[in-house]
């Protein structure tokens, strides 16, 4: 109930049949008192007030002469919202209410109105009037002739009685606004609280809380009516590539992208949610033969044909996909995401962006993979990992330049592994970070074991991983392996790859600086596979650029890649950087490099990558045949790292 401002007199009804009367309440409580100084100092007296202490209160006064009359203006002043705060009623009104009508149906309108019954004589018992009227808390009765004393005590203590009411159920109505606006808050942060434990924040699909949850449903429902459900786990194909060429930020957009479409196919009794990563699962209900569940599944592969659109560039993805069906591949929720688990990694195993169901014997492979992540966790501990180093052969002149280290890993039982398997693993584990240092401190220590053999003084070169790249330690790793083998940093060069630079090219301008302000040498890998801007090409202080292999490969057969292949030599040229070819493996591959400028080269055509000790041999040999050796120190100072560190800004 709104307060007038302007309205500071509480308002006073009087319904009685007699305008005498009227005239008496209006002189008593209107502040006119006819020159009654009995009734002033009556009042003083009663009040306690020293004389001429305080004005008398005087109070706005309206009037009417039968009860319908009265319980109208009680309704024009709630509609008004200016309340009555008391009202004095007489109790015998002929022909009209009395007041015990009156009064009931005045409180049926404001119930909080404080009321006085005047009158000189009832028809009614007073108990029995207060016992119908039920409101003896808001009900004085006076007789009349009153004194006008007791009028303005009344009315004095029944106004304030009725303001304090109405203060009160303002606070009161405030704080139950409160409660229920906090309450409203909590309820929202309780409902938003419970969607975000059981939906993944990035794409808002299900996450495997509540996947488990349908799982559970569906296991019970499909062996309550009989029917059949499959599993389908998606993974996305090279989607690391995506993160590491445009960024984190890009790949979030693909996964949103591709939860979008892969939902869209879902039926209204499926579930599509993400476990994590670029990981999905499809639960497909009540299949009427398990055929439908690859039906559906190529629906899938369709949605994902469509190229999605990053960064100005359509990206083509897709997804290998594994499907175990309920109950013939599994007949509780952990046998069948086991193994749709095995057949989607069948399907990566069998060229990516394909369907398999499940068969006997997939999950063997899945367990072998385990085992082998469980082996790669000691592999450090036990020594079990070792460098092989391929040359980096002068083109114009075969001599060694260089070598690439390589890492192997010897395993007890499996023998020599390569690194295209254990490397993945490695990285999906977070192993790399603590094996690309190891591969860091044991280059630098065999490059200066080479040179205190009497060797010719050769760069060694390491691999950088993506994430090694970003880690904040790096320069303190490389200073520190650089000072434990007691080597010249020029005799160290680090390799990262098109795509991990350009995931952040600013970043990579800084970090990539602080590394030539070390003197360490910068490689390009294979570059031409990424999507380098010709700005940040420029602006990166690097040395070299690797050709990617696989132009390598068909550079014979296939002019296109003969005419990439030249345009990289004369671009790296013309920034002042040298050109190393990898994967060359015959003389005809070798005679058109050296046709085309190309500096150095490495590959099966001269020596795969060897252990340390018959690599220094090959070292030896290539010494007594070349016929002259190239200075790396000198060699590294005509690069672009060199200028690009100093030239002014």
């Given at each position: 109930m709104a307060s007038n401002p302007l309205h500071l007199r509480p308002r006073v009804l009087v319904v009685d049949d007699n305008k005498a009367i009227h005239e008496d309440f209006l002189k008593i409580l209107g502040g006119y008192t006819g020159g009654s100084t009995e009734l002033l100092e009556a009042e003083r007296l009663l009040l306690g007030e020293a004389a001429g202490s305080a004005p008398r209160p005087t109070f706005q006064i309206d009037t009417a002469l039968q009860g319908q009359e009265g319980v109208a203006r009680v309704k024009q002043a709630l509609e008004e919202e200016q309340p009555y705060a008391m009202a004095f009623i007489d109790m015998r009104m002929p022909p009209g209410w009395d007041g015990l009508e009156t009064i009931q149906r005045l409180w049926e309108l404001d119930p909080h109105v404080q009321v006085v019954i005047c009158s000189a004589h009832s028809d009614y018992d007073w108990t029995e009037v207060v016992a119908r009227l039920d409101h003896s808390d808001k009900l004085l009765v006076i007789k009349k002739p009153f004194e006008p004393i007791e009028v303005l005590q009344c009315a004095n203590a029944l106004t304030r009685k009725w303001e304090n009411e109405r203060t009160l159920r303002r606070q009161v109505e405030h704080l139950e606004h409160v409660v229920e606006t906090r309450t409203q808050g909590l309820e929202a942060a309780n409902k938003q609280l419970r969607h975000l434990a059981s939906h993944d924040a990035l794409t808002g699909l299900p996450n495997r809380v509540l996947l488990d949850d349908r799982l559970a449903q569906a296991v019970a429902?499909?062996?309550?009516?009989?029917?059949?459900?499959?599993?389908?786990?998606?993974?996305?194909?090279?989607?690391?590539?995506?993160?590491?060429?445009?960024?984190?930020?890009?790949?979030?957009?693909?996964?949103?992208?591709?939860?979008?479409?892969?939902?869209?196919?879902?039926?209204?009794?499926?579930?599509?949610?993400?476990?994590g990563g670029d990981e999905f699962l499809f639960i497909m209900d009540r299949l009427a033969k398990g055929e439908d569940a690859e039906h559906i599944a190529r629906r899938a592969v369709e949605a994902l044909r469509v190229p999605i659109r990053l960064a100005g560039v359509?990206?083509?993805?897709?997804?290998?996909?594994?499907?175990?069906?309920?109950?013939?591949?599994?007949?509780?929720?952990?046998?069948?995401?086991?193994?749709?688990?095995?057949?989607?990694?069948?399907?990566?195993?069998?060229?990516?962006?394909?369907?398999?169901?499940?068969?006997?014997?997939?999950?063997?492979?899945?367990?072998?993979?385990?085992?082998?992540?469980s082996d790669l966790h000691e592999a450090l501990a036990l020594r079990q990992f070792e460098l092989h180093y391929q040359p980096k052969v002068d083109t114009a002149t075969g001599a060694i330049h260089g070598a690439e280290a390589l890492i192997r890993w010897r395993h007890p039982q499996r023998g020599l592994v390569a690194p295209g398997e254990f490397i993945p693993l490695a990285e999906a584990c977070g192993l790399i970070d603590s094996i690309g240092e190891w591969v860091v401190r044991e280059g630098c220590r065999q490059a200066r074991a080479w040179q205190l053999e009497g060797l010719p003084h050769l760069r060694v070169a390491v691999n950088l991983s993506a994430f090694q790249f970003r880690h904040g330690n790096l320069l303190q790793v490389i200073r520190e392996a650089l000072q434990a083998a007691d080597l010249e940093p020029c005799f160290l060069e680090v390799e990262i790859t098109e795509s991990a630079l350009m995931s952040d090219p600013e970043e990579s301008v800084t970090i990539l600086e602080q590394l030539s302000r070390m003197g360490v040498v910068v490689s390009v890998d294979d570059f031409g596979t990424?999507?380098?801007?010709?700005?940040?090409?420029?602006?990166f202080p690097i040395?070299?650029?690797?050709?990617?292999?696989?132009?390598?490969?068909?550079?014979?057969?296939?002019?296109?890649?003969?005419?990439?292949?030249?345009?990289?030599?004369?671009?790296?040229?013309?920034?002042?950087?040298?050109?190393?070819?990898?994967?060359?493996?015959?003389?005809?591959?070798?005679?058109?490099?050296?046709?085309?400028?190309?500096?150095?080269?490495?590959?099966?055509?001269?020596?795969?990558?060897?252990?340390?000790?018959?690599f220094a041999t090959l070292l030896r040999e290539s010494q007594l045949n070349a016929a002259a050796s190239v200075d790396p120190v000198a060699e590294a100072d005509r690069t672009h790292s060199k200028l690009a560190v100093y030239r002014p800004r």
């Open positions: 429902h499909a062996e309550r009516d009989g029917h059949s459900f499959a599993v389908a786990m998606f993974d996305l194909d090279r989607f690391k590539i995506v993160n590491d060429s445009f960024g984190h930020r890009a790949g979030d957009e693909l996964i949103k992208e591709v939860a979008h479409r892969i939902a869209g196919i879902a039926r209204s009794t499926d579930t599509v949610g993400r476990l359509d990206i083509h993805t897709s997804s290998s996909i594994g499907i175990a069906v309920f109950p013939a591949d599994g007949k509780n929720v952990e046998t069948l995401i086991a193994n749709a688990d095995a057949a989607m990694y069948c399907a990566k195993q069998r060229g990516r962006n394909n369907i398999q169901c499940y068969t006997s014997g997939m999950n063997s492979v899945t367990q072998d993979k385990v085992k082998l992540e990424g999507y380098s801007s010709m700005s940040y090409l420029r602006r040395d070299k650029l690797k050709i990617d292999r696989g132009f390598i490969a068909e550079l014979i057969s296939r002019a296109d890649d003969a005419s990439i292949v030249k345009a990289i030599v004369s671009l790296a040229h013309s920034l002042h950087l040298k050109v190393v070819a990898e994967g060359v493996e015959t003389e005809e591959q070798l005679k058109l490099l050296k046709s085309l400028g190309c500096d150095q080269y490495q590959g099966f055509c001269f020596s795969p990558a060897v252990p340390a000790p018959k």
